[in-house]
């Protein structure tokens, strides 16, 4: 047994592709199969139900794939071990992030890493929560930027930022003249929401709880962009809410329909979220003290603010 083949078998599991898996190890899909077959023969078993696409892992292929990926994890600190003694930070992160963080956190977080570790390879995707979780048991990520708690107990949570929600209200709603928004206020206004899938949607329909959600008549709108609810307020009145981070991105003539919340305020957790295994962790640390160098002071304390679940 090898850890190249073992790496094989992972890849195969991950992308549930003999084809998919070969090109992303880089080598011939012949090569890849025959590796794995002279471990199922040396193992006695059959690792993978090979007359299903996507291909499936047998009862027995998902328990010795699960180890297999422990066995990895824990032959990759060996290299960690030897970085950390060099004090370099060198190598490649791989990071998801949820789509209303992404615009307003990463561009100068990434300019600052870029510039500090240039030996480092950074690879970011854009993902709904779920895909994330899923990508980072899988190994395809190596750590992710979403709202949490997650309640999941092969996540590890690093809570960098509380982020306050605030309304954006139509110039001709009810509530435009109010200073500050309570929660009850919301109950009768058309609230224009992201997609199924997306966390925030999800908080915002907890802090509402019994709201409307885009009720135009004739009119279903989805979307995953944050600046679509914006301007969908601006064109055709309701009401949305924003994560406070966005507000930077407004108009001076736009950040008059901003209203906060009465004490006290929803906010969501925003955290580095890895497996339980995860080894960089020099890459992670700088990644977060990138993050934290460019959030506001008041953000990074959770003192007298509301947590929204998602």
Known sequence: MTLVQLEYVVAVDTYRSFVGAAEKCFVTQPTLSMQIQKLE???????FDRSK????PTEIGSQIIEQARIILQESQKIKEIIDSQQQEIVGEIRIGIIPTVAPYLLPQVI???????????????EYTTEDIIHHLKTGILDCGILATPLGD?????????????VTYISKNSRLFKKKAIDADDL?????????EGHCMRSQVLNICRSTKDNRIQGLT???GSVETLIRMVDRNDGATLLP???LAELSVKQLTKVRSFKSPEPVREISLVTHKNFIKKRMLNALKEQILAVIPKAMKQRKKKDVIGI
Do not use: G, H, R
């Not at 023969?41 to 690792?47: G, I, P, R």
């Not at 890493?113 to 690879?123: C, I, S």
């Not at 107990?153 to 929600?165: D, Q, R, V």
């Not at 109950?187 to 997609?195: A, G, M, R, T, V």
């Open 41 to 47: 023969e040396m193992l006695n078993v059959k690792l």
């Open 53 to 56: 696409q996507p291909v499936v």
């Open 111 to 125: 300019a600052a890493m870029m510039d500090k570790y240039p030996d480092l390879n950074l690879k970011i995707w």
């Open 153 to 165: 107990p092969a996540m590890s949570e690093i809570p960098l930022y509380y982020e306050n929600f």
């Open 187 to 195: 109950e009768d206004e058309n609230i224009w929401l992201l997609n």
């Open 221 to 223: 709108y989805n979307t």
């Open 244 to 246: 406070e981070l966005a």
